[in-house]
C-alpha cells in the first residue's frame, strides 16, 4: 500500500514533466516561429530589392546632347524669298557611357534647309562633329528698312521626343569666326538657346543658334537714298 506522501509525490512529479513537456514544446515553437521570421524577412528583403531594380531597369533613360554652331561663312543673301547660304560646323557631345556615334550616328534634322550637305569631320564614341553647308530659310523683317537688322538662324531638332532626348547649348564654343565677312551688311552677336516645339505626336527639344546681320550705313544711303537725291538734280 503506498503512503499519502508517495501518493502525492507522484502527483507532483507528473506535474513537473508535464510541465516540462510544455516548456520543451513552446520552446520549440518559439524557435521554429523565429526561423520561419527570418526567412521570410530574408526573401521578402530579395524580392523588394529585385523588384526595385525592374524598376529602375525599365525607367527610360534620357539622353542629353551638348550641342553647338561655329559659322565660318555666310554666303549669297536673298531678302525678297528670306534665304542665305551658310557654311559651319556643328557638333553633339554626350557624358552618357552608352552613347556611341560610332556605332549609331546621331539622327538630327535642319529644320530651315532648304538643302544641306552633312559631312562628318569627326566622330568619336561620345562626340560627333560635321561640316555643313547649305541654302537656309528664315522670315524677314523690313520695317526698319533700308537700315533694317535681320536675324539669321540655323535650326536643329531630334527625331526623338524630349522624353528620351533633349539638348543643352554649348554657348561658350559656340559663335562665328573672325573672318565671316558678309557684303553689304556688318556682322553683329550670336546666342544659343534650346526651345521647345510641339506636334500632334509629342514635343522636341530644338536648338536655334541665331546671328544678326545688319545693313551697312553707307551702303544703305548709296543703294536707296542717293539715288533719290540725285533724281532731284
Known amino acids: 500500500m ?5 501518493i502525492a509525490d507522484q502527483i507532483r512529479l507528473g506535474h513537473l514533466l508535464k510541465y516540462q513537456s510544455l ?8 524557435l521554429l516561429v523565429s526561423i520561419a521570421d527570418i526567412t521570410f524577412g530574408r526573401l521578402f528583403t530579395q524580392s523588394f530589392a529585385q523588384g526595385d531594380d525592374d524598376v529602375i531597369s525599365s525607367a527610360p533613360t534620357i539622353k542629353q ?15 525678297q524669298i528670306g534665304s542665305y547660304d551658310l557654311d559651319f560646323y556643328y557638333w553633339l557631345a554626350s557624358d552618357d ?17 532648304l538643302n544641306a550637305r552633312i559631312e562628318p569631320s569627326r566622330i568619336e564614341p561620345n562626340y560627333y562633329e560635321a ?15 533700308p537700315f533694317d537688322k535681320q536675324e539669321v538662324t540655323v535650326e536643329i531638332e531630334g527625331f526623338e521626343t524630349i522624353e528620351n532626348l533633349t539638348f543643352v547649348p554649348d ?15 556688318t556682322l553683329g552677336t550670336s546666342r544659343s538657346e534650346v526651345i521647345i516645339h510641339d506636334y500632334p505626336d509629342g514635343s522636341y527639344a530644338r536648338y536655334i543658334f541665331t546671328f544678326t546681320i545688319e545693313r551697312a550705313p553707307l551702303s544703305s544711303f548709296l543703294k536707296t537714298i542717293f539715288p533719290i537725291i540725285s533724281t532731284w538734280q
Open 97 to 113: 557611357k552608352e552613347v556611341d556615334f560610332v556605332q549609331n550616328p546621331p539622327k538630327v534634322d535642319f529644320m530651315n534647309a
Open 2 to 6: 503506498f503512503s499519502n506522501n508517495n
Open 65 to 79: 546632347y551638348t550641342i553647338g554652331v561655329y559659322l565660318i561663312n555666310v554666303g549669297k543673301i536673298d531678302m
Open 23 to 30: 516548456m520543451r514544446s513552446l520552446m520549440m515553437l518559439l
Open 171 to 185: 554657348t561658350a564654343a559656340s559663335g562665328f569666326d573672325s573672318l565671316v565677312n558678309v557684303p553689304g551688311w
Open 131 to 145: 561640316r555643313v553647308k547649305g541654302t537656309f530659310l528664315k522670315n524677314m523683317d523690313f520695317r526698319n528698312y
